[in-house]
């Protein structure tokens, strides 16, 4: 396939809207070009090497109150045509859903930026021997230690192009740069096995790729859990890594906040705008302005732009994530989606968040620790909390013990249970240090009153 402009992807878009515009509809055009290469790790070697490429149109159509919506892969005025033709049947063939059903009110153009540090040209010339160079180079910092095996990994890297053009009169376009790279695996040292656990990064920037770095960081985490032991069960204080406060508290609280979530009937915090939610310590913004942030763009998926928008602050629930279709029936009109609109050309638009940046708090991660009688750091668990109960219970596979503010020994055979929506009151602590995860800037959190439990 020949790598396709930006202006050609423009193009399509804007094709399929004059085509379909004819008809008196309203029509949206949301085009992709990609191209990747992938590395991927297994077994302490190189599994395989994938360079891959593909484009796409998505088509909405919004007839009489009734949506139709069709996908193609070529972008050739032929295909485009059929496409077009194809959602204006199935618009035609609908029944009538309700005035949720339109396009976006074009927003004025003040209200978009470019978001620096998006696209590294570099990152075309960037070849699957290359790739491999970086994949081997984590491994091999990795397998240092002879203890240290790696299950699986991957380094990935990739540009992308992505336009929207509707009958409004919207036009725009993007282009973007990605590399990504994990590593996971456990030690092991005679009969003792470690925690499994791993790590992984994301950047938009050639330059700011470490990839040795990351290998000798997974080394460190798994090689310091060996020699677990079981303890016994008690109810104390958790401090949750970056990674497993993510995992345990904010997903869901990002599931929560979604407004399509809260309209069909599966979040609690339905109708608990401007209500505490939280402990005061807790402040998430979710922004897709941020310069060179990895879920940064200057229009969502519906071409609306993004904007800092504060999701909980200091424990109360402030908003809800919106895309046009939600806005609408949450009673914000067409101009109310908060730019959260998300997703491919292949399909229509779901609600997602961007970067995700929750504050930092006043106490250092050693202070936090000196703090805590007796309890553990949760690095990870199985399982995923119910959403809606906030229950959770699960085995934790990666924690150390803290006793009299000391870090004890690693743990093994060890479960945690409790209530999302306790836990997220009961936070007692934020640290100041933060870690990037992809998208989401993260402290470590001290949550009060946690049962631990030995298998």
């Known amino acids: 396939m020949k790598h396709m402009t930006e202006q050609e992807i423009l193009d399509a878009c804007e094709f399929a809207v004059d085509y379909g515009s004819k008809s008196g509809i309203e029509i949206e055009a949301y085009g992709v070009f990609s191209t990747e290469n992938t590395v991927s790790l297994e077994r302490n070697d190189i599994a395989t090497g994938v360079s891959m490429e593909y484009s796409g149109l998505g088509i909405r159509v919004f007839k009489s109150g009734s949506m ?33 059903n339109r396009l976006p009110e074009r927003p ?22 290359d790739a491999l160079v970086r994949a081997i180079g984590m491994l091999k910092a990795a397998r240092q230690d002879s203890r240290v095996m790696v299950d699986s990994g991957s380094f990935e890297s990739g540009w992308m192009v992505r336009a929207i053009a509707n009958s409004t009169g919207l036009s725009l376009s993007e282009k973007s740069s990605s590399l990504s790279y994990f590593i996971m695996g456990m030690a092991r040292e005679g009969d003792d096995v470690s925690s499994f656990n791993y790590r992984y990064k994301g950047t938009h920037m050639l330059s700011e790729v470490d990839t040795e770095k990351t290998g000798k960081e997974f080394a460190d985490l798994v090689l310091k859990t060996l020699g677990a032991r079981k303890t016994e069960s008690f109810k104390g204080q958790v401090i949750m890594t970056p990674d497993a406060f993510v995992d345990l508290l904010v997903s869901p609280v990002m599931y929560l906040t979604s407004a399509e979530n809260v309209q069909k009937g599966r979040s609690a915090f339905a109708e608990k705008i401007d209500k505490t939610v939280a402990a005061e310590k807790l402040t998430i913004t979710d922004d897709g302005t941020i310069d060179g942030g990895l879920g940064s763009s200057m229009f969502d998926r519906e071409g609306n732009p993004h904007a800092a928008m504060s999701v909980v602050e200091n ?32 399909g229509v638009p779901g609600v997602g968040s961007t970067n995700l940046d929750i504050a930092a708090g006043d106490i250092s991660l050693d202070e936090m620790i000196s703090g805590v009688k007796k309890g553990i750091i949760l690095t990870r668990i199985s399982g995923y909390p119910d959403p809606i109960s906030g229950h959770y219970s699960g085995t934790v596979k990666g924690g150390m013990l803290i006793e009299d503010g000391e870090i004890v020994r690693p743990i093994t055979g060890t479960m945690i249970s409790g209530n999302i929506f306790e836990n997220l009151r009961d936070i007692k602590a934020v640290s100041r240090e933060r870690e990037e995860l992809f998208s989401v800037l993260a402290p470590y959190v001290l949550v009060d009153d946690v049962s631990i439990i030995s298998e």
């Open 315 to 346: 424990g109360v629930l402030k908003s809800y994530l919106h895309n046009t279709r939600t806005a609408i029936r949450g009673g914000l009109g067409p101009a109310g989606s908060t730019g959260h609109g998300s997703g491919g050309f292949s």
């Open 108 to 129: 004025e153009e003040s209200k978009y930026r470019r978001i620096n540090g998006l696209y590294d040209p570099s990152i075309e010339e960037f070849e699957m021997k």
């Open 68 to 100: 139709g919506f069709s996908s193609v892969n070529s972008l050739e005025k032929d295909s485009i045509k059929k496409s077009v033709e194809k959602a204006v049947k199935i618009a035609s063939a609908s029944p009538p859903s309700g005035e949720h």
